[in-house]
DNA sequence: TTTGCGAATGATAATCGTTCTCATTTGCGA
DNA sequence: TCGCAAATGAGAACGATTATCATTCGCAAA
């Protein structure tokens, strides 16, 4: 569990809006969320945060890497708790249903081909589409 | 080339703004182009056209199947001629230069990811970004 | 070829996600 | 406890995109 102490490790000082949104986070009740879920879920909550600093903290988590950014198709970013290993995503385009893989071999191949063409690689983004078989699947 | 038939095959009527923005895909004069690129682009050739045209026309084509649209960081769409050969690309954050690649490699493994996990690939997309050496771009 | 109508267009208002501004409040070290 | 820089919240501003609506156009039937 995060306290205080870490939002200092990062060099953030410790507030209660940042605090919020980060148990939030750690309270299992969203693992994508976007600013406005994150918003809306605090209201919900009775916590009295602003949207501005919910964009503002989200970024700051970003940037220290609490958290990791992902943008969607359509333009709005979704945020979840960076657990320290990168991983690309499978969308079932059927039911929605999100899984989470790692495969080191497409990451060297990312390096070796931005770095071939005399690209320093910031960031990157895999997306596969597919069907999947999950039982509740309705493609099934 | 493309021609009015064209137009009429995907079932648009041809009309002088969609023929515009089709030949100015076609012109080479940009391959990877947003809708603000595309119509400052027809302002300068002197050809009127409307930005909520120029959006629409770029949505039709992309469900049309003669563009297709990548959603890159940063927010907006980004659209290139359909020439039926998929590839991945490469974004610089500093000056936008988009660079295509395929890597056969990235390919397989992508595959195999999925089919391991059960999922029947049916798209997918990868976008690096990085910073690039272009001599023009503003990061040097 | 002219005519008529539904589709397409263009100007502009509206929307959406996000960032900026700025007056007020807060965290925290002295 | 005090003081001040940093953080906050309300709302304005912003950039990309979409919706509205009166006018114009493409095209097929007469």
New binding site residues.
Partial sequence: MHQ?EH??NVG???????LKVLSLFESGRGRHM???DVYKLLLASGD?????????????FEQAGLLVRHY?E????VFELNQGTHHDHIVCLQCGHVEEFYDAAIEAHQEKAASERGFQIRDHSLYIYADCTKESCPNK
Avoid: C
């Avoid at 359509?74 to 970013?77: F, P, Q």
């Fill in positions: 205080p939002l200092k953030l000082k410790s507030t209660v809006p940042r976007s600013a406005e009295d945060v602003g949207l501005a600093t919910v964009y503002r903290v989200l970024t700051q969607f359509g333009g709005k970013s």
